[in-house]
């Protein structure tokens, strides 16, 4: 139980107020431990949490209340969990700062947090993942017309939130850099 089994010091008196709003314990218990289980997986924004417990049928006032005290004990932090996609999916997906924004904004996360958590994205740590991705990317298109290459590569990092600007210079230094004869 959230409260003072957590150890946060604070009661848990969620299972009446529920009771007060014609939910019952086990209802209660039951949407709890969900919330748990999708904690224990990973870290959720708080509106990802709330769109699963509504695809559970939870109430409203039951899931408000839960999510409100999960927040308060630290368990959901829209920031946290911001942070956290950002380094994840620029690693993971080499995602540009444009297509994180996007992604972040699909998942509930409010602007002012996905602002500052794509503000932690250094403009030359952006340029050099797109030089990786094209790089990698463009070994495996050596045989290909350059014009077709360039169309290729380009639209690859535009999918990925990056500017066509951006693109297309590192493209080209890409394509230009190559051992000739790799064409």
Known sequence: MLGAKDGNGAGDDLPDRAAADGVSVEEYTRS???VYRLLAMRDYARAEVAAKLAARDVPPELARD???KFEAAGLIDDARFAESFVRAKRSGRG????ALAHELGAKGVS????????????????EQTARELVERKARSSSGVDR?????????????KGYSPALSFRV???VLDGEQPGAE
């Open 66 to 68: 839960l999510l409100d």
């Open 111 to 126: 602007a002012d947090i996905i602002e500052s958590a794509v503000a932690q994205i250094d403009p030359a740590d952006e």
């Open 95 to 98: 995602l540009a700062g444009k």
């Open 171 to 173: 493209v080209k230094s």
């Open 32 to 34: 709890k431990n969900y």
């Open 147 to 159: 014009q077709k290459r360039i169309r290729r590569l380009v639209g690859m990092l535009g999918r």
